[in-house]
C-alpha cells in the first residue's frame, strides 16, 4: 500500500519564478493538506482540500495556491517566489469519511529559492 | 489563540534510560494530539495520536503519551531509549473537529547516547 508521495524530491528556483509541487495522498484518502517548514522550524499549515475545494486556509499570501483533482491528488502553486519561501513542503493525507485515523505525510520536497 | 510548546530544544538521554518529551498546549476546543518523528532529510512520521478515551496512549516503537487535560499536557516516554531513537520529535494539536489545521511546536531533538 502506497503512502503520500511528492514530487520532485528537491528544486532549485530563482526569485520571482513559479513552481508547482504535486502530491499523491494515500491510498483510500480523500483529504490533502499542504504545510511549509522552515528550517529548525515546524510546519506551518498553508491550505486543505477536500472533495477539489479549498476547506481552510492558513495565514499565506495569495501567491500560494492549489488544487485538488477527481483522483484526490493535489498541486501546490507558488507565484513570484521569495527567498523566504525556500523551506521544505510537506503534504498530508487523511480521511473525512469513518473514524479519523489522523495524518500521513508523504518526505517533502525541498525547494530552494536563489 | 492556539499554540502548542515544546520547551526543550535537546533532550540528552543514557541508552536503556526512560525519556520524556515535553509538550503543552493551549486551544478553544477538544484538542487532538499527535507525535510525529522527523529524521534528517525526511518527511514526518506517525507515532500516536489522542482524540478520546483513555488518557494514556500506546504508539509506535514502544512510545508512549498521557494526555492531561487539567495540565493541557501531552508528553511522550518511553521505557527505554535506543540510540536509533535519536531524531527531531514535534508535538502537534488540532483544535476540535471542525478546524482542520494541525498547529506544531518547535520540535525537540532527542539524542540517546551509548
Known amino acids: 500500500d502506497a503512502g503520500v508521495t511528492q514530487s520532485p524530491t528537491h528544486l532549485i528556483k530563482t526569485r520571482g519564478q513559479q513552481v508547482t509541487l504535486r502530491c499523491s495522498p494515500k491510498s483510500g484518502h480523500d483529504t490533502v493538506s499542504w504545510y511549509q517548514q522552515a528550517l529548525g522550524q515546524g510546519p506551518q499549515f498553508i491550505f486543505q482540500y477536500y472533495e477539489e475545494e479549498e476547506r481552510q486556509r492558513g495565514n499565506f499570501p495569495d501567491r500560494f495556491s492549489g488544487h485538488q483533482f477527481p483522483n484526490y491528488s493535489s498541486e501546490l502553486n507558488v507565484n513570484a517566489l521569495l527567498l523566504g519561501d525556500s523551506a521544505l513542503y510537506l503534504c498530508a493525507s487523511s480521511l473525512v469519511q469513518g473514524v479519523f485515523v489522523g495524518y500521513t505525510f508523504g518526505s517533502g520536497t525541498r525547494l530552494t529559492v536563489v | 489563540a492556539q499554540s502548542v510548546a515544546q520547551p526543550e530544544d535537546q533532550v540528552n538521554v543514557a541508552e536503556g534510560n526512560p525519556l520524556t518529551v515535553k509538550c503543552t498546549y493551549s486551544?478553544?476546543?477538544?484538542?487532538?494530539l499527535f507525535w510525529y518523528v522527523q529524521y534528517p532529510n525526511r518527511g514526518l512520521q506517525f507515532l500516536l495520536k489522542y482524540i478520546t478515551g483513555d488518557n494514556l496512549v500506546k504508539g509506535s516503537y514502544g512510545f508512549e503519551a498521557e494526555f492531561n487535560k487539567s495540565q493541557t499536557s501531552f508528553h511522550l516516554k518511553k521505557p527505554s531509549a535506543l540510540v536509533s531513537d535519536s531524531a527531531l520529535y514535534f508535538c502537534?494539536?488540532?483544535?476540535?473537529?471542525?478546524?482542520?489545521?494541525?498547529?506544531w511546536g518547535a520540535g525537540t531533538k532527542l539524542i540517546i547516547k551509548p
Open positions: 486551544v478553544s476546543g477538544n484538542p487532538y
Open positions: 502537534a494539536v488540532r483544535d476540535g473537529w471542525s478546524n482542520y489545521q494541525l498547529i
